[in-house]
């Protein structure tokens, strides 16, 4: 096949060359070449953006392996693959990013042998390293159904049942506990942000992002491949985060009435101007657009609503892990063009693997039946009683 270089290829060329430059800065000249983070501001962009969005915007695998399997939502079968390439993709580049963060990657299997069950960081990580393999055990059957090996997808329904188990488990363990890091903080991140509550804000920020993760994706795999649009999946995608919304804003209010900072968060400051621009594009605008049936009904806009949500809790995310410091700290903290052309490297190389596992691999429905997976190879298990013994990726064509 003949490579044609369209406008896209030459940006994700572009973007690819500065980022190993930028590689380069960083592994040879290291951190304080490559970044503006000093020993008082040592969690940047990286940790800000890729790691904690990355964890969160890789939210959907869980969220749609859940749905079907454990509260038999059979509708949102035909989602459920591309869910999962989405986490599994999501927390390997996590991990690229934290490489990148570590002042001595070279060392990071050293948490499997110095164990310290005390610290939330330990926590995080053994979470994030023992789901990705999860996510790889569940990724394994687009592969085998591809190249037609039978057995082995056969072997991987046997433990699939204890996969699922494990990855929700997993999955709601390492959500909470990334915003467990900063309760350690009480007197360096603003009080906008502080709370105790971070747990549970954090694990309910990635259900509503997983949910608007799928809308995206699905609208946009449908634009790239040609593919036919599941409205009523994206239906009953918009009403669930339309309810993940609500719980999420009242649970904010609630804790600003309950910490006294209602009348703080009306008065002009560098850090409410940030805040407002969130709740603006979390909670606002998602709401104001979802609560009509108009638009729920309308891929369109409920496209234009998951932006919104997941662009949202992005700011929240980096207000957290940077806005939030600014004011202890003394000033404010800038990326070097290095930590965004790294970020931009591992965001673009996201979207690359995502195009080619479409085109190669069984992940919607229409690759299936181009690549000739057998009937049989669907589960005799399709009761309601036992529907958690069925392999993520064999209902993706439903």
């Given at each position: 096949?003949?490579f044609?270089?369209?406008f896209?290829r030459?940006?994700?060329?572009?973007?690819?060359?500065?980022?190993l430059?930028?590689s380069y800065?960083?592994y040879?000249h290291?951190?304080?070449?490559a970044t503006?983070?000093?020993d008082?501001?040592?969690w940047?962009?990286?940790?800000?953006f890729?790691?904690?969005c990355?964890?969160?915007?890789?939210a959907?695998?869980f969220?749609?392996?859940?749905?079907?399997?454990l509260?038999?939502?059979?509708?949102?079968h035909a989602?459920?693959?591309?869910?999962?390439?989405?986490?599994?993709?999501?927390?390997i580049?996590?991990?690229?990013?934290?490489?990148?963060?570590l002042g001595?990657?070279?060392?990071?299997?050293?948490q499997?042998?110095?164990?310290?069950?005390?610290s939330?960081m330990?926590?995080v990580?053994m979470?994030?390293m023992t789901?990705t393999?999860?996510?790889?055990?569940?990724?394994?059957?687009?592969?085998?159904e591809a190249?037609?090996?039978?057995?082995?997808?056969k072997?991987?329904?046997?433990?699939?049942?204890?996969?699922?188990v494990?990855?929700?488990?997993?999955?709601t363990l390492h959500q909470?506990s990334?915003?467990?890091?900063?309760?350690?903080?009480?007197?360096?991140?603003?009080?906008?942000?502080?709370t105790?509550?971070?747990?549970?804000?954090?694990f309910?920020?990635?259900?509503?992002?997983?949910?608007?993760?799928?809308?995206?994706?699905?609208?946009?795999?449908a634009?790239?491949?040609?593919?036919?649009l599941?409205?009523?999946?994206?239906v009953?995608?918009g009403g669930a985060?339309?309810?993940a919304?609500w719980?999420?804003?009242?649970l904010?209010?609630?804790?600003?009435?309950?910490?006294?900072?209602v009348?703080?968060?009306?008065?002009p400051?560098?850090?409410a101007y940030?805040l407002?621009?969130?709740l603006?594009?979390?909670?606002v605008?998602p709401?104001?657009?979802?609560?009509f049936?108009?638009?729920?009904?309308s891929?369109?806009l409920l496209y234009?609503a998951?932006?919104?949500?997941?662009?949202g809790f992005?700011t929240?995310?980096?207000n957290?892990?940077l806005i939030?410091?600014?004011?202890?700290?003394?000033?404010?903290?800038?990326?070097?063009?290095?930590e965004?052309?790294i970020?931009l490297?591992?965001?673009?190389?996201?979207f690359?693997?995502?195009?080619?596992?479409?085109?190669?691999?069984?992940?919607?429905?229409?690759?299936?039946?181009?690549?000739g997976?057998?009937?049989?190879?669907r589960?005799?298990?399709?009761?309601?009683?036992?529907?958690t013994a069925t392999?993520?990726?064999?209902?993706a064509?439903d």
């Amino acid at each position: 096949m003949k490579f044609k270089l369209t406008f896209w290829r030459v940006v994700f060329i572009v973007i690819m060359a500065l980022g190993l430059y930028s590689s380069y800065i960083r592994y040879f000249h290291g951190l304080g070449a490559a970044t503006n983070m000093t020993d008082q501001f040592p969690w940047g962009l990286w940790i800000g953006f890729d790691c904690l969005c990355g964890v969160m915007l890789a939210a959907g695998g869980f969220i749609m392996v859940g749905a079907v399997y454990l509260f038999n939502v059979e509708r949102l079968h035909a989602v459920v693959r591309p869910a999962v390439l989405t986490a599994f993709l999501g927390y390997i580049l996590f991990i690229v990013g934290l490489l990148f963060d570590l002042g001595r990657p070279w060392y990071i299997w050293h948490q499997v042998i110095y164990m310290n069950p005390h610290s939330v960081m330990f926590e995080v990580g053994m979470c994030v390293m023992t789901y990705t393999t999860v996510l790889f055990f569940e990724f394994l059957p687009n592969v085998f159904e591809a190249v037609n090996w039978k057995a082995p997808i056969k072997w991987i329904k046997k433990i699939y049942p204890v996969l699922i188990v494990a990855g929700i488990l997993l999955s709601t363990l390492h959500q909470s506990s990334l915003g467990s890091l900063y309760l350690i903080m009480p007197s360096k991140l603003h009080p906008f942000w502080y709370t105790p509550a971070l747990p549970f804000f954090f694990f309910g920020s990635a259900i509503a992002v997983g949910l608007a993760m799928t809308i995206f994706e699905s609208t946009q795999s449908a634009k790239a491949f040609g593919r036919h649009l599941e409205l009523p999946v994206l239906v009953t995608l918009g009403g669930a985060l339309l309810v993940a919304l609500w719980v999420n804003a009242l649970l904010r209010l609630e804790d600003y009435i309950h910490r006294g900072l209602v009348r703080q968060i009306f008065k002009p400051s560098y850090e409410a101007y940030f805040l407002w621009l969130e709740l603006v594009l979390t909670y606002v605008i998602p709401i104001a657009m979802l609560s009509f049936k108009k638009v729920r009904l309308s891929p369109q806009l409920l496209y234009l609503a998951s932006i919104s949500t997941v662009l949202g809790f992005i700011t929240n995310r980096l207000n957290i892990a940077l806005i939030g410091f600014e004011t202890y700290v003394g000033h404010h903290y800038v990326p070097k063009w290095t930590e965004f052309s790294i970020t931009l490297m591992i965001v673009a190389l996201g979207f690359a693997l995502f195009g080619v596992a479409a085109k190669y691999l069984p992940i919607f429905g229409e690759q299936k039946e181009r690549l000739g997976v057998q009937a049989h190879l669907r589960p005799a298990v399709e009761t309601g009683h036992a529907a958690t013994a069925t392999p993520v990726l064999e209902h993706a064509g439903d």
